[in-house]
């Protein structure tokens, strides 16, 4: 979450005049995230103060937002803990402000996490697992518009802002990735269904070791399970030193168990999915830089941190 386009008061009356939701009471940019600009507004209604997010899409399609505030609802409707988008007035799930599209969220409680301790790992690895199942009951689907032929169309370009020695290591890793990709593609007990493909410790809620919610699922599309939880994995079990701890990595793994137990194809498959996640998380940290900077208010993360950690993975 960033602020990319601006808002003034007058705008969020105007847009809470379709919601009956109570009075603007306050407003404020939110810095975490990269992709969408998110403000949390304060409202009060019948005495009552509330908070909620409303969300400005500046890259999401109304055909993906059509496939994606369905399915949060969806999956709410199923008991994943996240916050699906609230229906206006007039039974829509998103609108309009200065030509893009936007939907309100309800705040959930907590705050995101910065070293994530054992049990939360164990908790959210458990909460992919029901995202998963559940999302299996949806009809539509959707394509995962950064799986490997994406990040192939990426390393191949050359148009990577890299070193001499980090395009050999990008390319070699994804020759080896490629044949891995061949295999899995052969291999029916690989499950695939709808992933989020952006579970980092950022998009989650806590209070404590409990979880309230998983936000941004923006970047999910049809994929490996595997992959997602490889994508967890790296994302919620990295130490400082940008390895892997085995003992939140076996937590992360007990909790997504205790809701669905891996194949033994997904289980020899998940050192390579892991290297599949490390280096799309590097090609698209590369890419998002410009858009970064700008930003009026962001959070940067570093793809050198994915980098190191792809190293100590090979």
Known sequence: MSVYTQL??????????????????????????????????????????????????????????DFFMPLLSHLQHHDCLLAAPIESIHGELTFT????????????????????????CQVVGRQLAKIHLAAQGFKQ???????????????????????????QLMHRELAHLQGCWQRWGQDPTLAKGFIHADLFPDNSLFVDDTLSGIIDFYAGGSDYWAYDLAI??????????????????????????AERTLSAAETRALPDFLR????????SRLLVQDQQQQASLTTFKDPAQMKALLLSLR
């Not at 402000?97 to 939360?120: M, R």
């Not at 130490?239 to 007990?254: E, F, S, V, Y």
């Not at 599949?276 to 090609?283: C, H, Q, T």
Request: overall charge positive; proline content about 1%.
């Open 8 to 65: 003034q008061s007058r705008d969020f009356e105007s847009i809470l005049s379709q919601y009956n939701l109570g009075q603007l009471v306050a407003f404020e940019g939110i810095a975490a995230g990269i992709e969408n600009t998110n403000y949390k507004l304060t409202l009060k209604k019948a005495g009552q103060t509330q908070f909620y997010f409303l969300t400005i899409f500046e890259h999401l399609k109304q055909s993906e937002l």
């Open 97 to 120: 402000i200065k030509q893009k599209d936007a939907a309100i969220f309800y705040c959930l409680a907590g705050d995101t996490l910065h070293q994530p301790n054992k049990k939360q």
């Open 232 to 257: 967890c994995l790296m994302a919620w079990c990295q130490n400082d030193k940008q390895q892997i701890d085995h003992t939140l990595k076996a937590a992360l793994l007990q909790g997504y168990q």
């Open 141 to 167: 689907s959707h394509d995962n518009s950064r799986g490997f032929y994406w990040l192939q169309r990426q390393v191949t370009s050359e148009q990577l802002q890299l070193s001499a020695a980090d395009r």
């Open 276 to 283: 599949l996640a490390v280096l799309r998380f590097w090609v």
